[in-house]
């Protein structure tokens, strides 16, 4: 089956503290979402990217794109108003019988192994959900206080989630709910269930200055 990703890339740079949205941050030498389109070629050079932004910040990535010579083929797909209409934009771009990843823009450090796992999943089993488990301490809060929870019955979620794109195209096509949180929770909504493969430790999402140096730390190890 064809395969393709959606790399969703619409952050802006507020919890970073920063003017630049944090997908076009300079990490290791180049930004981010360079290295987060890298990944997937990596895993696969023919696979197919389409790469959502919004509108605004097209211009300026194309610029960054001639800056740092970066050439690798990327469909530009308008981003929408919330995460959820902008993977609907680009499911249309999709074909039936075909797998698709969705991924954040700002997971630049997804291997190989973590990608080869879930899509290997979907095609056995219609999806691939990427977790590792959670090892803080965990409370839940309500009206009355708080208490402890096992935390071994929770899972911290990652991406990239990929799907056979006939059932997950379908997903993309209800109405949007706020409970929608991510591509699995958009899947699961239609009765279907979700199959969950290992993620890793080191495939973070950068949306603070800290997460910034620890993943310039994780790459520097990884070289």
Not at 99 to 120: C, E, N, S
Not at 149 to 175: C, G, H, M, W
Request: aromatic share 10%; net charge neutral.
């Amino acid at each position: 089956m064809k395969k393709y990703v959606i790399i969703v890339a619409g952050g802006s740079g507020k919890r970073m503290g920063t003017d630049v949205p944090k997908q076009f941050l300079v990490l290791a030498g180049k930004p981010v979402l360079m290295h987060t389109i890298d990944a997937f070629f990596k895993y696969d050079n023919q696979i197919q990217v389409l790469l959502v932004l919004p509108d605004a910040h097209q211009a300026y990535w194309q610029d960054l794109c001639k800056q740092y010579a970066f050439d690798k083929p990327v469909t530009l797909v308008s981003g929408g108003a919330e995460r959820f209409f902008s993977v609907q934009n680009a499911m249309q771009l999709v074909p039936n019988d075909a797998l698709v990843a969705v991924h954040d823009g700002v997971r630049p450090l997804v291997d190989v192994a973590t990608i080869q796992k879930a899509f290997a999943s979907a095609l056995a089993h219609g999806s691939g959900v990427p977790v590792v488990p959670e090892t803080d301490s965990l409370r839940m809060v309500n009206e009355s206080g708080n208490k402890s929870v096992d935390r071994s019955l929770y899972y911290r979620v990652q991406t990239p989630q990929v799907f056979q794109s006939n059932v997950i195209k379908e997903a993309y096509n209800q109405e949007y709910k706020s409970f929608f949180t991510d591509d699995a929770s958009v899947y699961e909504s239609l009765g279907y269930g979700i199959t969950l493969t290992p993620g890793s430790p080191s495939n973070l999402k950068i949306t603070t200055p800290v997460d910034l140096k620890w993943a310039t730390i994780l790459l520097h190890e990884s070289v």
